[in-house]
């Protein structure tokens, strides 16, 4: 059995939600996970943000003008009366459901059950639309088997415990839908995944059945080479070793979020990343192959801050790197890159939260010099130190470029450079240029 991920925009419209039932009923058993229509978590959270400010009236404005649009949506997407009536008293239900928040005081914890209610509505839509259809369908609430532990992370022998007992409870069906995103806490209460999304519901669903494949379907043909907003000529990498992936993911290529293929890599199960405007199109394949020799892609990394602890002191001290990293570790800041001299370390994070304290604690140790407005571009592919040349290949290409900080050996799929965010757009094109256009 395959999971299928569809995020916002395949299912943004009536048409987009017609092509996907297209895509999902070709006659194999599916799990289908689903994310909210676009625009609508953004509109729920307008609707908490009114709520928080005890301003009914606009939390009340809001969810008629969300209301509206969904009815106009039923029109379009069923054909039946049957289905259409039984699609608004559902929106009807659900419509009062989020009205009734404007009669009662708001809190964090209501916050969340009122931003899921987004993948609640996509998956009884394309639910009802797949009945319509004649296709046997059963919508499986991720409330009932997808949790949080008490550290926020997903308890995976319980997901996959309660999704395996769901699926053998409902067997025949053709098509399982499922909400992505949602899921309760370590005491039952509905929250989220958070990191990931849909996307990690997904491969937590594929590892825990040992599903054949993992899909997820996006408006873009696979991860490409370089960032297509900003590059020409980037081409779909076809293959990618799940390392590198997460490399890529976590340095800016917004197609997946690094944490999210986790679950699929120890179990050993491909995610493959599909275009929903272009079905044929073969995609990514991600997966525990390796491909020797061959540099991948780059990606880059933005708002990152570089912080630089120069100290004499430091000569032959030991104690001193862990003074340092303490600091970061008690504010919860993480760090990306680093580069140690005699005489001073140099650090990059992209979280400025704490930053005028972290500075401050820093200060006891050296001089401390904060530069903002600076962007990690990364290479990923091979760089084991048996395959040479790569790493000369980038330096090279950015010789044009003021490099801040490299950061190699560290990872066999990995080099990375710290550069000024205003020489972006130069050095991505320009690591194209000499690693794959020639």
């Excluded at 044009?400 to 050095?427: C, R, T, W």
Aim: aromatic share 8%; hydrophobic share 40%.
């Amino acid at each position: 059995m395959k999971v299928l991920k569809f995020g916002g925009t395949s299912v943004g419209s009536a048409q987009r939600m017609k092509e996907v039932a297209k895509l999902i009923t070709d006659g194999e058993r599916k799990i289908v996970v689903l994310s909210a229509m676009s625009g609508t978590t953004n509109t729920l959270v307008e609707i908490s943000d009114y709520l928080y400010k005890k301003n009914p009236e606009g939390a009340n404005n809001v969810i008629n003008q969300l209301e509206q649009k969904y009815r106009q949506h039923v029109d379009e997407l069923y054909a039946t009366e049957e289905y259409k009536q039984k699609t608004l008293d559902f929106l009807k239900d659900e419509f009062d459901y989020l009205r009734s928040f404007t009669k009662i005081l708001f809190t964090s914890f209501e916050e969340n059950v009122v931003l899921d209610q987004g993948e609640v509505i996509s998956t009884n839509m394309v639910t009802n639309y797949l009945k319509e259809c004649g296709v046997k369908t059963i919508l499986l609430s991720a409330l009932d088997f997808m949790r949080t532990d008490k550290n926020s992370e997903p308890d995976f022998n319980y997901i996959k415990e309660k999704i395996n007992e769901l699926l053998a409870a409902n067997p025949g069906y053709q098509i399982y839908i499922t909400q992505g995103f949602i899921c309760r806490n370590a005491y039952g209460e509905v929250d989220n995944l958070q990191r990931g999304g849909s996307d990690y519901t997904a491969c937590l669903i594929g590892a825990a059945i040992k599903s054949e494949e993992i899909q997820i379907w996006t408006d873009i043909d696979g991860m490409h080479n370089n960032d297509p907003r900003i590059v020409d000529k980037t081409k779909p990498v076809r293959q990618l070793h799940f390392e590198e992936a997460a490399e890529l993911a976590y340095f800016g290529a917004k197609i997946l979020h690094p944490t999210c293929i986790q679950p699929a890599k120890f179990a050993g199960v491909p995610v493959r990343l599909l275009n929903t405007m272009d079905p044929s199109a073969p995609g990514t394949i991600i997966n525990n192959e390796f491909q020797e020799g061959k540099i991948k892609a780059v990606a880059a990394k933005d708002n990152i801050i570089s912080i630089q602890i120069h100290s004499s002191r430091m000569l032959l001290a030991y104690g001193f790197l862990r003074k340092v990293f303490e600091i970061f570790e008690s504010y919860k800041t993480s760090i990306d890159m680093v580069s140690t001299s005699e005489v001073g370390v140099s650090v990059t994070i992209d979280n400025k939260s704490y930053l005028k304290d972290i500075v401050a604690d820093l200060m006891k140790y050296g001089t401390v010099t904060v530069k903002e407005n600076m962007c990690i571009i990364c290479v990923v592919g091979d760089l084991s130190r048996d395959n040479v040349g790569f790493e000369s290949q980038a330096a090279k290409a950015l010789k044009d470029i003021p490099v801040q900080m490299i950061s190699y050996g560290g990872s066999n799929h990995n080099i990375s450079f710290l550069i000024n965010e205003e020489d972006k757009k130069s050095a991505l094109q320009a690591l194209s240029d000499t690693l794959f256009n020639n």
